[in-house]
């Protein structure tokens, strides 16, 4: 490792994003992600890269779409009603196989909302916010050092399978400082491009980008192959932490800031006898199923701890797959958990 | 009875799908021709839009993306962005262009993006069967004006050249038509200097180009070509708007 510096967490994405070999960066305004725009323009221009303050999200996205078929690493950021924007260009970007790293640091919701932290938008990123089958790669980073190597992550994954990646946070950890250590030189494998829109230079066929099949049985073949390149990637990209769980009287489930909160709350419990454990998905989608089933027997239950009205738990009831109980405590509106409300939620499901 | 051409390069060999007297066709042509004429098949980069023309990425012989509807201007901007040097180009109808996509539009001639429109003005939606386009002339009956276009319910069609020619980023704007062979000539011209404009980094580029569509005008052919000319051509005036050095 090398520099060690203090920064804040959206800020380290941007330069995340960066030494990830990232020249392209196409965004909106929206709180609470704006450090990331601002910190690109002032970056781009630096390393001869481009920063675009776009009209809309909408045209974000589709400039996204465009660098990313022109064979660049291209990233686009935004808060929530901006991502539901987005979602249009997700589908078509998907569908035409393009690598691109989105970011979404998380509002609460519906409608406009508030700029609070919030983890409402689980079910639009991983179960797909848009049409059709597809799927996005799901980080959801817990710290500012994750922030930095899930971002850098999250490039070679998009280039590696032509699918777009997605950064989930919230405003805790987009406005959180803290130390963050990054290598010297990240090491970029060489992602050949060879279906990438560069011009012919009249010594080859042209290459075309498209998300349209008219033809059905065309269609449907892009559709399978869709879904064998998804396998693929839920068989070798499944991120999860499985901490203090081998002889847990009750494992919960959280993600991203939660997550935080949660590993308090497990000393606080051990302080009073309580074998509290934790599985913390680091990739949403692939949902890391795995870890739950091996853990299902656990003595007691499951308690799910999200920032929305139930959205994650859905996916650990399917993984548990009935053999426990699975309990949710959520809190929504920016209003945040403390951990005194999870310890007695627990003890409560104990008793 | 048909005059056989000489088939440019940057076209395939392949025979286009649109219907018998739509404009589409040659339109597609005079874009190749200008790009076998100024030797920038190998560079260019073309971008097809969501109309009738959705798949035209098929027909052209360069490189080319599919855009959502009406956002083919912001995918030619990423484009762009990438590779400076090369020629791109959006081919949009004017439902794609001026209702869906107008923001899209307008910002990128806004920011001066050294890309090219062809702008396909046919005063109705083709691909959708026949609805009202912004473009639409008052009076014009169509799937969704059944009764014509009434300014009080429908508003008033937008001209397009008018409206960006009065942004600092567009370079060059022009009106142009194909229901004639001396008009076929001009808009070749147009949109020669269209791309020479961008090959000069001088700014956006757009050429709007009358245009027929038989199908859904319920008119034939020859009967199209009429009606473009006494009813399109007071409503939008050929000519240029604006062919600027922004080099100032
Ligand atoms: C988001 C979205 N909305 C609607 C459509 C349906 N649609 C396809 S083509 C079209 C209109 C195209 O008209 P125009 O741009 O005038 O092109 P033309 O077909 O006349 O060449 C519409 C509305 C679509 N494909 N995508
Ligand atoms: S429907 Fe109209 S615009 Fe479309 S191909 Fe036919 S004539 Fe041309």
């Known amino acids: ?351 | 009875m048909a005059v056989v051409f000489k088939r440019p390069h940057a076209l395939k060999d392949v025979s286009l799908p649109y219907c018998p007297g739509c404009s589409h066709g040659i339109i597609h042509r005079l874009v190749a021709e200008v790009i076998d004429e100024l030797g920038v098949e190998g560079e260019a980069i073309g971008v097809s839009s969501v109309g009738c023309t959705y798949n035209n990425y098929l027909f052209f012989n360069c490189d080319m993306a599919q855009a959502a509807h009406g956002r083919a201007p912001a995918v030619a901007t990423g484009i762009k962005r990438v590779h400076p040097d090369h020629v791109v180009f959006t081919y949009q109808g004017d439902g794609d262009l001026a209702a869906i996509g107008t923001a899209e539009i307008v910002h990128a001639a806004a920011r001066g993006e050294k890309i090219t429109t062809i702008f396909v003005n046919n005063a109705i939606y083709g691909m959708t069967s026949g609805q009202m386009a912004p473009t639409t002339l008052l009076g014009q009956v169509t799937q969704t004006t059944p009764y014509g276009r009434k300014p009080e319910l429908h508003g008033y069609p937008i001209k397009v050249c008018e409206m960006l020619s009065t942004l600092e980023g567009a370079a060059f704007v022009e009106r142009v038509s194909v229901h004639d062979i001396k008009n076929i000539m001009n808009a070749k011209k147009a949109i020669k200097k269209a791309f020479q404009t961008q090959l000069d980094k001088k700014g956006f580029s757009i050429v709007e180009v009358l245009s027929t569509c038989p199908t859904n005008w319920g008119l034939e052919p020859v009967e199209a070509i009429q009606w473009l000319q006494e009813n399109m051509l007071p409503a939008y005036p050929l000519g240029n708007f604006k062919d600027k050095d922004m080099e100032v």
């Open chain 1, 1 to 351: 490792m090398g520099e060690k510096l203090l920064m804040k967490g959206n800020e380290v994405i941007a330069e995340a994003a960066l030494r990830a070999g990232c020249r392209y960066y196409f965004g909106y305004p929206i709180t609470p992600q704006t450090e990331i725009a601002h910190y690109m323009a002032k970056m781009m221009p630096k390393v001869n890269g481009t920063f675009i303050q776009a009209e809309s999200e909408v045209a974000a996205i589709n400039m996204v779409y465009g660098a990313a078929s022109a064979g660049a690493r291209v990233m686009t950021s935004s808060s929530s009603p901006g991502i539901s924007l987005k979602q249009e260009g997700i589908s078509y970007a998907s569908c035409a196989e393009l690598p691109a790293v989105i970011v979404n640091i998380v509002r609460c919701g519906p409608g406009l909302g508030g700029i609070l932290p919030s983890q409402g938008d689980y079910f639009q990123a991983v179960k797909g916010g848009g049409h059709g089958d597809y799927k996005l790669v799901v980080l959801a980073p817990y710290s500012v050092q994750e922030l930095y190597e899930l971002t850098v992550e999250a490039f070679n994954i998009a280039d590696r399978y032509r699918v777009l990646a997605m950064i989930m946070g919230d405003g805790t950890l987009g406005q959180m400082m803290e130390a963050v250590e990054f290598r010297d030189k990240e090491e970029t494998p060489d992602f050949k491009k060879d279906w990438a829109l560069t011009g012919t230079g009249m010594n080859r066929e042209h290459n075309v980008v498209t998300s349209i099949y008219i033809k059905p049985e065309e269609l449907e073949a892009h559709n399978i192959k869709l879904q064998k390149k998804y396998e693929q990637i839920a068989l070798n990209e499944t991120r999860v932490e499985v901490y203090n769980c081998d002889d847990a009287d009750i494992i919960v489930a959280a993600y991203g800031s939660v997550a935080r909160i949660v590993k308090n709350v497990i000393k606080m419990a051990q302080k009073e006898g309580i074998k509290v454990g934790l599985i913390r998905p680091i990739t949403l989608w692939p949902f890391p199923s795995k870890a739950f089933e091996k853990y299902a027997q656990v003595p007691k239950a499951f308690l799910t701890v999200e920032l929305s009205a139930g959205q994650m738990v859905e996916d650990v009831r399917l993984a548990v797959n009935g053999k426990n109980n699975v309990h949710f405590y959520g809190r929504m509106g920016g209003m945040l958990p403390t951990q005194k409300e999870i310890l007695d939620r627990i003890k409560q499901i104990l008793k």
